[in-house]
């Protein structure tokens, strides 16, 4: 049983983060034979996930999804766009108290404890520098931090190495929900961990979103995952968001070829592939050389001429975006 002693719900019905037109672009040095160059790692993403929901971000390996949590959270670049959470902007001012407003639970919970300190002077410390807490108070926020993630107030004393990994990665959310965030990032955060443990930190997450009123960004490769947890998905390719809509409409009337691609790819004991649906073939192109036009041409099983010169714009589709020209007179 969760306990929300100290956070309460905060914010429901309230829009908790909106992402405007935000680019990611990074500058390549020049290497053997090779000019310096730049990859648009993020191409103007728009995203809103209102206080209380969760929103899942998939795509292939190296499609920017990183970049975009890294973003969000102000530990990544932004070369231009906004950032706003709770009607706050984030993107030019990101004092102390701002940047709590989005806090990150990395995909490897050991990396990210220092193995020296005892997880209580981790969380006691967060609470004293960001003043969050004062005197006694510190200590019962630490145990009531640990018991909301479904651990001891007696684990306070132990160092990272006494933890299992599930664990860890408790502590880790513990840790991000310390600072009072309103925007919970999970970057591929239960990835490395075994699928019984994954399980129970997934419903955690879900558990706390709704009780704490937090927006959740959960980004992962595991579709199945993502539709358990989320509310509403956006699908990336090569840095452009090229589908999102509500879960479960997504996932049963997918309109991008590279959603049905995705989605197809995905073993399902239920279900006999009928000859010549849509696998994905080959991998993605490299950030570096992104095809023109649409940038699935190279792959995509339904390629019109156009799709090699003219890159589609996003259009919305009872409720779905999606960037086609397919869409929205196509099939
Ligand atoms: Fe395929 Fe063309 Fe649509 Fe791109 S725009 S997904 S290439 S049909």
Redesign the pocket.
Known sequence: MLQTTGLGVKGAGVTGLEVRGLHVRYRVPAGLGRKPSYVDAVNGADLSVAAGSSLGVVGESGCGKSSLARAICGIGPITSGSVSVGGVELTRRRDRAAARRVQMVFQDPTSSLNPRRTIGSMLRELLTVHGLRTGAAVDRRAAELLELVGLPASALGDRPHAFSGGQRQRIGIARALALEPEVLMADEAVSALDVSTQAVVVDLLHTLRAELGLSLVFISHDLGVVRAVCDSVAVMYLGTI?EQGPTEMLFESPR???TRALLDAVPRIDVVRPPGSARLSGEPPSPLDVPT?????PR?????A??RTEQ?VPVEIDGQTV????WPH?S
């Open positions: 090229v991008h070829p590279y036009g649409c940038p699935f041409h995509c099983p339904v390629a019109v156009r799709c589609p960037s086609c020209h397919l196509g």
